[in-house]
């Protein structure tokens, strides 16, 4: 428990200290981040004799991720889209010059990658930007990772207090719907407090994009656990000490970070 806190702390800070320095920094640090939660997924598939176009898949997961601050800081065309267009294509052709017994394995692997990990990434880096390119505001990622946070720490307090329903037991033994509700309670709560200072946004949408972030974050947690059972392993990876990998730190922001960017793109636009 010790170690789990000191690794928190010191993870925590430097995840705020990157929203707070501006827009460079900003923009490095979620390349970086993104990449390296690429890098432990395909190192996690290896793990099923699975062997994805790992290369292939960093260099166009940082050309998408570099278009997508193109996008934010010079207002890229979205004909820049089309240098993808070889890479994807390389991947298939690749692979009829190896002696695999599960190709398409392989390919597939490689593209959910991109969906699972790059994609979901590019939209939490985006919330920075969204309602005023191309200025850089640190309030929704941070508001964000706030209500993500508030929930995690809810749906732990309330499941292990209240929790009697199992919420998904074949995933995840110990997730009830008491932790989950708890979860929501936590998150909407924190949505009201941010919006005293974040005055921007209503409490009404900050309470809405809380009650995304507790649903899609909580099915983004079993979506993983159902990836680590399937591989038959504990953790993602050993990165942080005492939580385990990447994956495990972000699994809520996978699946929540393009629902909250799709909710505030219709609402701010």
Known sequence: MKTRAI???FFTIVMLGSMFLGPYVYSVFYLLLSLAALWEFFKLIK??????????????????FFMTAGY?????????????????????????????????????????GFMYVTVPFCFFYSLGFIGHIPDYSFHLP???????????TGAYLFGSKFGKT????????KKSWEGFFGGVFTSVLG??????????????????????????????????????????????????????????????????APVVYVYLYLILY
């Open 72 to 112: 934010h800081f010079l207002q890229f065309e979205t004909k820049f889209l089309l240098l993808l267009v070889p890479l994807i294509f390389s991947v298939f052709i690749s692979e009829l010059y190896k002696k695999e017994k599960v190709p398409f394995a392989n390919i597939s692997y490689t593209f959910v």
């Open 191 to 256: 949505a009201y407090i941010l919006s005293i200072y974040f005055t921007e946004l209503s409490f009404l949408t900050l309470g809405g994009m809380a009650i995304l972030i507790s649903s899609f974050g909580t099915l983004g947690d079993l979506v993983e656990s159902m990836l680590k059972r399937s591989l038959n392993v504990k953790d993602s990876g050993d990165i942080l000490p005492g939580h385990g990998g990447l994956l495990d730190r972000f699994d809520g922001l996978l699946m929540s």
């Open 166 to 173: 199992r919420l998904f037991e074949r995933h995840s033994p």
């Open 47 to 64: 793990t099923a004799g699975i062997r994805p176009h790992r290369n292939i898949a960093m260099i166009a997961a940082a050309l998408i």
């Open 7 to 9: 690794t928190a702390f």
């Open 142 to 152: 941070l508001a964000f990772m706030l209500m993500l946070w508030a929930n995690d």
